[in-house]
Structures are given as structure tokens and as C-alpha cells.
């Protein structure tokens, strides 16, 4: 399984990292699959201190909606989503005490540094100050992860996750689509002059097996202080064996990256999506966004895709929306069966409908050819990879991967 399980994310690694990480949170959001990492619209939240004579209001900055700043976030377009007529092109905090009479009087309102609101928040019990942790649908992500105001709502710093924590340490924390779940429950500690952060352990699955270490800011100034102690110790053993994994894995991939890239010689369905995972990642353009499917042979796990479900996206596929992406990739071991079932589809397609589309068919040069026959009325461009002879290597990849970049598992 080397192809997908080093390639699948390799774009991430790449120029243009964020904007496809976005595009790729979108088609994922558009799916079933990303139930388990969907956010609500954000609320404004009310949070007190602890012996409640402060509190902090924040007021997000109002968008059109998740859809809105998602698709926004795509097109490069910002503020992402913000709602037309709106004014507030930042969230808000609102400080307030607690009087002698029971009301609530304002003590500073100030616009904070997040882009749409901070998921959390911590005031002091004196309203010395105000700490805010991450951003809204992104998690991890920034250089507001924590951010320390003082008592007049002036910035006193603002870190990153990679600003907090051990450069080894960050590429282990639990990740999903949208965010890095570093944080536990945190706390305001000695009198409220520090912030102690509840820290991921690194490898950590954050919903099954949360596991936290301890570390502090100090608040005055926004140090990190150091850490040390036996369980800091062995975590940062796993995260220098994680990383040596992760190191390892790159190297492999810009191996294969380098090296001519043959058909599986086996039916095996699995074998088949790594291969055509890594012909992705040879062919796809730095503008496109493809898609793969695999047609499984006769009597092999039918894994994700069967011929129903390429045969339906290939009747809707256009090639012209962020939902569906613009390219489409298709191999199977069987190729003639797979050639068979795009033509009838491909022949039904308007004139003209997928003249954005870029369709990638791996099969024989003869099978090809029925193919581009086939999509020639619906203006696609075809680009057939003939499975009986190698590819040519790829672009070689950098000698280090991106921060982000992750193995796929297995």
C-alpha cells in the first residue's frame, strides 16, 4: 500500500498548501464523511470568571454562513462569509464587572485578533486578563492558538501552536479535516498570573484516548514556560519516534516520486488506489482538484466505488465546481470493463458540458481511444495512461515535508 498510504496528502506539501487544504474541506464537507468533524454556526458566548465578578461577552463576527466562509475561503475572497451589511469585520469582546448594586458595568470593548471567534475563553477573577484559544473551524491553526489581553484589552501576545510547543512535538497532535486538537480543559493558576494549558500527548486518538500533559504561559508577558518532569520526557520520546516514522515515510514517497510507476501486476483493489493515487499526484495540475475512483475486477473488494457510482458521477460531472472538483481519474484492473461503462455515459453528455473537465482514463491505448471518441462531443480533455507501460517519475518533492504533512494511515 505505498502509494496511498505516502501520496494521499502529498499536495499539502506543495505550493499552495492552504488554499487546497480548503478546497479539499469543502468536497469533504459536501459528503456524508464529514459528519465527524462539522462545526455549527458560531453563537456569541458569555463567560464569567471563576468567582464570577467579571465576565467576557464575544460577539463573532456575523457571516452568511459556514457554506458562505467556506466557499469564500476557496476563492481566496475575505473577510470569508461575512454577511452582507454588516460593519463588524472582527469579533468582539465585551469586558464587564460586576457592582456593588448587582449590575453589569463595561469596562473595555475591544475587536479581538481571531478572524470570526475564538471557541473559548478565560478571564481572570480581577479582570486583569483575558485569554482566548484557538479559532472558529480551525483549530490549532493560526497564530492566535492562545492569545493573552491585560485589564485595558491591549494585546499582551499572541502564539501559535507551533510558537507553544516543541517543533517535533507539533506534527503528532490529533487531527482532523478542519483542525489540530491539541488543548485540553485549561486553567488560570497562582492567583491568576499564569495560564496552565492541558496539551495533547503526542499519537494521541482525541476522542478515544485524550491524554494530556501540563505547560504554562505566564500571563504578564506571554513567556511559555519551560518543561521538564518524566511525563514530558516520554512524551517527547514518542514524538521524536513519530517524527522519525514521519521522516521516513517522506523519504520513501520522494523515492517513489523519482522512479517510474508500474501497474499493479496483481487484481488486488487496494494496490490498484495506491497506484492510482500516485498517477494523480504526477498528473494533476496545480489548479485542478481530482477526484479517483477505482472499478474493482470481478470477485476483488469492491472497495469504495462500484460501477454504479462512477457511471453516476461521470453522468453529473462537469469539471466547473469546488464540490465536485475539475478533474476526474478512473483505473481499474479490468480496464475493458471500465472503458465500457464510461462510454455510454460520456456519450450522453450535452455538447459542450464538460468542456472545464479533465478526464484521466488509465486502460490500453485501444481502450483509450474509444474513450476519447466517446467525451468528444462533451468537450472534456482526456488524458489516457496506457497501464501496459510505466509512467514517468513525477516532480521531484522537497527534501523535507511540509509541516502538515502526514502518512496516510496504515
Known amino acids: 500500500m ?7 496528502a502529498v499536495r499539502r506539501a506543495t505550493q499552495g498548501f492552504a488554499h487546497r487544504a480548503m478546497v479539499l474541506l469543502v468536497l469533504l ?4 464523511s464529514a459528519g465527524a468533524d462539522s462545526w455549527a454556526p458560531p453563537q456569541t458566548q458569555v463567560t464569567p470568571s471563576a468567582n464570577g465578578q467579571f465576565r467576557v461577552t464575544v460577539v463573532p463576527r456575523p457571516l452568511d454562513g459556514p457554506l458562505a466562509y467556506f ?8 473577510p470569508a462569509g461575512q454577511r452582507k451589511g454588516e460593519a463588524q469585520v472582527s469579533p468582539i469582546a465585551l469586558v464587564e464587572k460586576l457592582d456593588a448594586t448587582g449590575a453589569w458595568r463595561r469596562v473595555w470593548q475591544m475587536p479581538l485578533v481571531n478572524d470570526v471567534a475564538p471557541p473559548s475563553v478565560l478571564i481572570a477573577d480581577d479582570g486583569s486578563f483575558l485569554v482566548t484559544f484557538d479559532n472558529w473551524h480551525s483549530v490549532g491553526f493560526g497564530d492566535d492558538v492562545v492569545v493573552v489581553y491585560d485589564r485595558q484589552g491591549t494585546l499582551v ?4 501552536l507551533e510558537q507553544i510547543l516543541p517543533a517535533v512535538y ?4 490529533p487531527r482532523t479535516v478542519s483542525s489540530r486538537w491539541w488543548g485540553g480543559k485549561h486553567a488560570l493558576v497562582e492567583k491568576d498570573q499564569f495560564v496552565e494549558l492541558q496539551v495533547a500527548r503526542p499519537g494521541t486518538d482525541i476522542e478515544s484516548d485524550a491524554r494530556y500533559l501540563s505547560l504554562r504561559i505566564r500571563l504578564a508577558d506571554g513567556e511559555v514556560m519551560p518543561v521538564g518532569g518524566s511525563e ?8 521524536n519516534r513519530l517524527e522519525s516514522k ?5 523519504e520513501a514517497l520522494r523515492n517513489l516520486r523519482a522512479s517510474p510507476l508500474s501497474a ?11 497506484y492510482m493515487f500516485e498517477l494523480r499526484e504526477r498528473i494533476e495540475g496545480e489548479d485542478e482538484q481530482m477526484v479517483g475512483m477505482v472499478l474493482a475486477a470481478p470477485g476483488e473488494n469492491p472497495g469504495y466505488h462500484d460501477a454504479d457510482d462512477i457511471a453516476s458521477w461521470v453522468e453529473e460531472f462537469s469539471g466547473d465546481g469546488a464540490f465536485s472538483g475539475t478533474a476526474l481519474i478512473v483505473a481499474s484492473p479490468s480496464s475493458d470493463k471500465l472503458a465500457a461503462l464510461l462510454l455510454q455515459p460520456l456519450r450522453a453528455k450535452a455538447a459542450g458540458s464538460m468542456k472545464k473537465a479533465h478526464l484521466v482514463f488509465v486502460g490500453t491505448a485501444a481502450e483509450g481511444v474509444q474513450v476519447i471518441q466517446a467525451a468528444r462531443r462533451s468537450g472534456a480533455r482526456v488524458t489516457v495512461v496506457d497501464r501496459t507501460s510505466p509512467y514517468p517519475p513525477g516532480r521531484p518533492l522537497p527534501e523535507s515535508p511540509h509541516p502538515l504533512w502526514m502518512p496516510w494511515p496504515g
Do not use: F, N
Open 2 to 8: 505505498l502509494a496511498t498510504s505516502m501520496t494521499c
Open 29 to 32: 464537507l459536501a459528503s456524508a
Open 71 to 78: 466557499e469564500d475561503k476557496v476563492d481566496g475572497t475575505e
Open 157 to 160: 501576545r499572541q502564539l501559535s
Open 170 to 173: 507539533v506534527p503528532h497532535i
Open 232 to 239: 514530558w520526557d516520554h512524551a517527547m520520546a514518542e514524538a
Open 246 to 250: 514521519r521522516l521516513a515515510a517522506w
Open 264 to 274: 499493479p501486476m496483481s487484481s488486488d483493489t487496494q494496490a490498484w488506489r495506491d
